[in-house]
Each structure stands twice: as C-alpha cells, then as structure tokens.
C-alpha cells in the first residue's frame, strides 16, 4: 500500500467519524433542532498536586504514574529522621520549662516566708514607734526592708509565670513538630488517577514542590465556548450530552455546572476561523460522579468530543443524543 493511499484512507476515517458526531445531533442530518447548543470541547478533570507543607528529603512514592487511587490512599512518605530529633529536643524543652517553674515556685515560697517575717516586724516597728520606744531611724529600716520583701516576693511570682509561658511555648513547639511528622504521609485528597510522578526517592523537595499530580476523577467535564445569543439564555443546571469521538454512537449526560460572567474571545484550539472570530463565553458541562464511579478505570481525560446543550427545558432530546454507554461495552 503506497504511501498517498494510506494517507487517503485514514482522512476518509476521520471524515466518517465526524459525520458519524454530526448525524447523532441533529435530526435528518440538518441542524439541530430549536432549543439546543452545540459546541466542541475535550474531556477534562481537576489536578491536584501532591506536595509536602514543608521542605524534605523524599522517603517512599507509592503510586506510579497512570495508576488508580482512592481517596485516602497513602502516596508519599516524606523522611522524618530530622523532624524526629527535632521533636526530642522540643520536649527537653518542655521538661526543662517545668524544671524552671518547679525552681521559681520554691523560690516563691521562700520569699513568701520573708515578706511575711518583714510585714510582721514592720508592724511592730509600727506600734513600738507610736508609743515612742523606737527611734524614726529604726522605724524606716523596717519599712524599707518590709518593701523590699514584698518586691522580691512580686519578682518570684513574675518568674513563676515566665516559667509558665515557656512551657506553653514549648509544648507548641512539640505539637508543630508533631503535626509536621503526620503531614509528612501524604494522602490522596480525591479518587483520582496519578498524572505525573514529578520526584523520587531520596530527592529533596521545597515546600510545596510536588511529588504527584493527580487528576481528580470526581470532577470531570467538558468546556465549550457558545456565543452570546445561547449562552445568555442557559441557567445553570441546564441537561447536556457529551458525545465523544471514540464513542460516537452513544451520548454521556451531564449538566452545567459553571458559564462564565465574561465573554472573551474563542481559544486558539477552536478549529475554525470564523469560530475564533466570535466573543463567547465560556460553558462547563459536567459529569454527574455517579457515572464516574462506575466508570472510573475507563476514565481518560483529552478524550475530544462536542456537548449538546438543551436551552429549553420544554424541548425534547433527540432519539440519538438518548442511547447510553451499554455496561456490556466495558466488560
């Protein structure tokens, strides 16, 4: 087979296959029928990126790229040999605290003792000076003494609570390093599918640097641009169906979930000239996540396609935009 042939046929194929799109939405190979939008779009889902909160060494990956996950599947292990002597040191800390405020409570009690023998001579000093059996001199050396007692016994006290807010320091040090050591297990936030494996083991990544990206397979739609004259007419919640190149004798409902407040013009990945001419706006039509789920290991985003928008709830669906994906299809 020469290579013009080969060539000639695989354009025929393609040709086939849109035509195949365009016959399945509309009736009688016309156009759509009243109340219904169109427009070309590619299956998409939300990355999540997998990244620890804080700088380290990379222990463990356990996801491959392409690979399947749930949520709450254990990803990455982060290396912990620093965070943990860390924590050692940040509980002696906290020992040491209490130490010191065991130390500044004694003291406390000592001083106590002394402002209280400084309060009682003092007010003997008091008595004994009203009747004039002390001189003035003496008088003032007790009061002095008996207000020195009481300072010292203010600056015991003072240390007591120093010694109370170190230990709060230090035990919220313990619980940062502690909340550190269990965010360096990394988990899946979503079910999702691994994307790309970004890090290895033994690499050291930043804060926040990502190890995986994960494509949530929670959140899967498809955006389309329709001008104006449709957009302005949908509301959110609108029925859609989602037909897809590869499948192109079947529909996928959806509904739509987002329309953009803004038009602008169409993206450079619209085909036509004429379409990318056009302000629109932009339209996500999204997939409910029951049908997801059950669906979840045949799930690939790029998948291209178009979305059927029906404007008017009155309007009933074409025959062909109703045929489901067959469970039997996937078995």
């Known amino acids: 087979m020469t290579k013009s042939v080969r060539i000639f046929i695989a354009m025929a194929a393609l040709l086939l296959t849109g035509v195949a799109v365009f016959l399945l939405t509309s ?44 949520a709450g599947d254990a990803l990455v292990e982060m290396d912990t040999d620093e965070l943990a002597a860390a924590l050692d040191r940040a509980k002696a800390q906290v020992a040491l605290a209490r130490q010191t405020k065991a130390e500044s409570e004694a003291v406390v009690v000592q001083r106590q003792s002394e402002q209280r023998r400084a309060e009682h001579e003092y007010d003997r000093a008091a008595a004994l000076l009203a009747g004039q059996n002390i001189s003035e001199a003496v008088f003032e050396e007790r009061e002095t003494s008996h207000q020195v007692a009481e300072a010292v016994l203010g600056a015991a006290k003072a240390r007591v609570a120093t010694a109370d807010s170190q230990i709060a320091a230090a035990e919220a040090g313990v619980r940062v390093i502690e909340a550190q050591i269990e965010d360096s297990s990394l988990f899946a936030p979503v079910s999702g599918r691994v994307l790309y494996r970004l890090a290895e083991p033994a690499e050291v990544v930043e804060a926040g640097g990502p190890i995986l990206t994960l494509l949530s397979l929670e959140n899967v739609y498809m955006e389309v641009f329709l001008p104006a004259r449709e957009a302005g007419l949908l509301p959110i919640g609108a029925e859609a169906r989602i037909v897809l190149d590869a499948l192109p004798d079947y529909a996928i409902p959806a509904t739509v979930t987002f329309i953009s407040p803004e038009a602008q013009f169409t993206p450079k990945q619209v085909e036509t000239m004429d379409e990318r001419e056009q302000l629109v706006f932009r339209v996500r039509v999204r997939i409910p996540e029951e049908l997801i789920a059950s669906r979840i290991e045949h799930v690939k985003t790029g998948l291209r396609g178009i979305a059927v928008i029906r404007i008017n709830a009155s309007t009933e669906w074409p025959e062909a935009l109703e045929r489901r994906i067959p469970p039997e299809l996937f078995e």
Request: glycine share 14%; no cysteine.
């Open 27 to 70: 009736e009688n190979g016309d156009e759509l029928p009243a109340g219904f939008a169109r427009g070309n779009g590619r299956i998409e889902a939300e990355q999540v990126e997998i990244a620890p909160t804080i700088a380290g060494r990379v222990a463990k990956v356990m996801a491959a790229e392409g690979s399947l996950v749930k």
